[in-house]
């Protein structure tokens, strides 16, 4: 791993050096996304506003498609400067800030409404600047959709209907904890080997967000999908704080600013998306389920109970969010 981000430095430097004759102040990001992607999408709202805002004197440079590692090599990049920024899963991020573990806790959002108030709000703003400690420091969130399970023979309707099912889940104990809580056999597995899992019977289903649902096209070889939306974990717009002590105060209020607004920007781009997906899933002959959501979520009581066990220094910040 030491030699790849070594030739990595190695591509940004020339990149850099290619560069310094402008006047401008250049920020490399870097992220895995595909660029059909919205939060792509908003990453390109956040640079055309950062140049905006700035008269040109901010010029973001954009890297997606993993062209510059993994979310662990590009984290590392901006932990010694070499990248400005990245946009990572706040589950990605709970490594290094375990408040965010909490924002991946089953049904802790009453509504999509609410996590944009939570998370736009002091308590959202608050665990973005926790991370700054690891040199990583958060600027906004992007909205990542709600994981919802889906099935290839067999409609999940109730809790119930899980029983004796294989759930593909992250490897995630929280993900693991939630989907066997709820009856099911929660399958850790690789994402690139689902597609042929679900076809050949290996698991029974996964749960995700509709656009990945239907960009891994595995509306192909599954039948219901369920929106019993369990989980709704944020990604995270980060820059590394060496290169944010870096910027003068009015540089930092531009890139804050254009944050700011590439987020708001992203949810549309997110909400046209869904809809999308949920067009070609229904061509595709998939049953769009929608179910009572509260039998999912008194299933989970469970998740949150070992969660502050093992965390009770997270149970303020729990209920914080539950009296938003």
Known sequence: MQCRILFLLIMVGLFSSCEEKSSAKVLYLAHTLPQTHPVHKGILAFQDALEK?????????????????????????????????????????????????????PYLFRSKEHQYEVLEGPIGKSILQKGEKFWLRGLCYYDAGSRSFYTSKKAIRTPDDLKGLKIRVMNNQMAINMVNAMGGSATPMAYGELYTAIQQGVVDGAENNAPSFVSSNHHEVSKYYTLDQHSSVPDVLIMGTKFWNNLTDQERVWVQEAADESAQAEKKFWNNSVEESMKIAQKFGVE?????????????????????????????????????
């Open 53 to 105: 805002k700035s008269g040109g004197q901010l010029v973001l440079k954009i890297f997606p498609d993993g062209m510059l590692g993994s979310e662990r090599e590009v984290l590392e990049l901006l932990q010694i400067g070499s990248v400005a920024a990245t946009k990572v899963s706040a589950a990605t991020l709970s490594n290094f800030v375990p408040e965010y573990h909490v924002l991946g806790i």
């Open 288 to 324: 769009i389920i929608i179910p009572e959501k509260s039998l999912f979520a008194d299933k989970t009581k469970s998740v949150l109970e070992d969660f502050l066990k093992q965390k009770p220094e997270m149970r303020e910040l729990v209920n914080k969010i539950k009296d938003e």
